[in-house]
């Protein structure tokens, strides 16, 4: 009876440390997707705050950068940008 005992038990320990190394594997895969995804980033032509003129490669280099796009069509987009004045 305690070698039955002993034998279900290293299976279930066996089995939550195969499980633990693929959940861990798995999401290191999906990160790794996504860090590639993210390096991809299209060429564009967008304005800053001040009005100026940015475009993909003076965005490349050692400081992050974090990109906020607003759809001109969408409603709740328009109601988080005011009007500009021309």
């Known amino acids: 009876m305690k ?3 002993a034998i279900y038990f290293l299976f279930v320990v ?12 798995d999401e290191l895969r999906q990160k790794q997707e996504i ?5 991809q ?4 032509v967008g304005v800053n705050l001040e009005g100026k003129a940015v475009r993909r490669n003076t ?11 607003f759809n001109t069509g969408c409603e709740f987009c328009q109601a988080e940008t005011p009007p500009q004045k021309r």
């Open 14 to 25: 066996l089995g939550a440390i195969g499980y633990l190394g693929f959940s861990i594997y």
């Open 59 to 69: 965005l490349i280099g050692e400081t992050p950068v974090i990109l906020t796009y």
């Open 3 to 5: 070698r039955k005992l």
């Open 35 to 39: 860090e590639e995804r993210i390096d």
């Open 41 to 44: 980033l299209p060429e564009f």
